[in-house]
């Protein structure tokens, strides 16, 4: 919290503490207007002087009361200003942590993609043509890409592909965040969205 939102939330604090104060006093004020009324009807005395003496403390009751009605509403007026800078102030901060953000990566770069030091891993991957994708792991992209989820299982029977290569290929996926799942050679592999990216970018 910066330094100005918090002096602007002790603001509206301290403005509706004295908001609180205010309205007892209102209430204060009203009930004691209201116990002098009833004196005055029940006052007796043939001169009038009880009469004027509470008449007098009545009218100067009613002018304390207009006052502490007109010091409450502009109270209000100073919270709700209040609460509006403080509004303000954040969605300023999430305008700026918006802008902030990194901006995610729309091209991908093969040569990092497909980066590894295994050969094994290299040799499953692109069939021991350097940076070539083999013919077989573009088709699982392809098949994956249509389907969305499939079982590791299902995917290299109908691919005519052994299963423990499949399982390389999906471990490799997953590392690199195109598909979830798959962690099991026997579980379910569901395709994300930019693995349609990646299967462009293979052509």
């Given at each position: 919290m910066t330094e100005s939102e918090d002096f602007l939330?002790?603001?509206?604090?301290?403005?509706e503490a004295e908001?609180?104060?205010?309205?007892?006093?209102l209430q204060n004020?009203?009930?004691?207007?209201?116990d002098l009324q009833e004196e005055?009807?029940?006052a007796v005395d043939p001169?009038?002087?009880?009469?004027?003496?509470s008449l007098q403390q009545i009218q100067a009751l009613t002018g304390h009361l207009l006052r502490l009605r007109q010091k409450n509403q502009q109270l209000l007026k100073q919270i709700q200003l209040a609460e509006k800078a403080i509004a303000e102030k954040n969605?300023?901060?999430?305008?700026?942590k918006e802008h902030q953000k990194p901006k995610q990566k729309t091209e991908l770069d093969l040569e990092a993609l497909f980066e590894a030091d295994d050969r094994e891993l290299?040799?499953?991957l692109f069939g021991g043509g350097g940076m070539k994708v083999s013919l077989e792991f573009k088709d699982f992209i392809s098949f994956l890409s249509r389907h969305k989820r499939v079982k590791?299982?299902?995917a290299a029977l109908l691919l005519d592909v052994d299963r423990s290569r499949v399982k390389k290929w999906v471990d490799f996926l997953r590392s690199m965040d195109f598909i979830s799942g798959g962690v099991e050679i026997h579980s379910t592999v569901v395709a994300k969205p930019k693995l349609n990216l990646l299967l462009r970018k293979l052509g």
């Open positions: 939330r002790q603001r509206v604090a301290q403005l908001n609180k104060a205010l309205k007892v006093q004020t009203e009930q004691g207007l209201a005055r009807i029940r001169r009038g002087e009880i009469e004027a003496i969605r300023e901060l999430k305008a700026q290299k040799k499953t590791i299982a299902d």
